[in-house]
């Protein structure tokens, strides 16, 4: 098992920065990718970014390209989304997820059901 906290959320106003965290305990050795989706009200949970966790390998969505940038740290198994020049389209809850299986490939990324443990999510609200 792998348990995911997430922390960081609030409110900013548009063409503000915040810094989402999110920390993994448990299984961590276990870590082979770890990814950022986020849910806004009446719309599916979409990929933001991921990161692959040998090699640093990272994804991103077109929405957030340029703006988000997502790195790690292995020793302290946590994982971040440093997020610039915000958009009110940005608002939304923010899940980090945690993914244990290896891939070959990289089609899991931006797929919900490629990932085996989520967070409880933070709110981040970019008001304009």
């Known amino acids: 098992q792998v348990q995911l906290v997430e922390s960081g959320g609030g409110l900013v106003q548009a063409g503000g920065s915040l810094r989402l965290s999110c920390a993994a305990s448990g299984r961590t050795f276990s870590t082979y990718a770890m990814g950022w989706f986020r849910q806004a009200p009446g719309k599916e949970r979409e990929f933001v970014a991921a990161?692959?966790?040998?090699?640093?390998?990272?994804y991103y969505a077109d929405s957030v390209k340029g703006r988000f940038t997502i790195s790690r740290d292995n020793a302290k198994n946590t994982m971040s989304l440093q997020m610039s020049s915000l958009k009110p389209e940005d608002t939304a809850v923010y899940y980090c997820?945690?993914?244990?299986?290896?891939?070959?490939?990289?089609?899991?990324?931006?797929?919900?059901?490629?990932?085996?443990?989520w967070g409880q999510g933070t709110q981040v609200t970019v008001s304009s």
């Open positions: 990161i692959r966790w040998s090699g640093g390998n990272t």
């Open positions: 997820a945690h993914r244990t299986r290896y891939s070959s490939g990289s089609s899991y990324v931006t797929s919900m059901g490629g990932y085996d443990y």
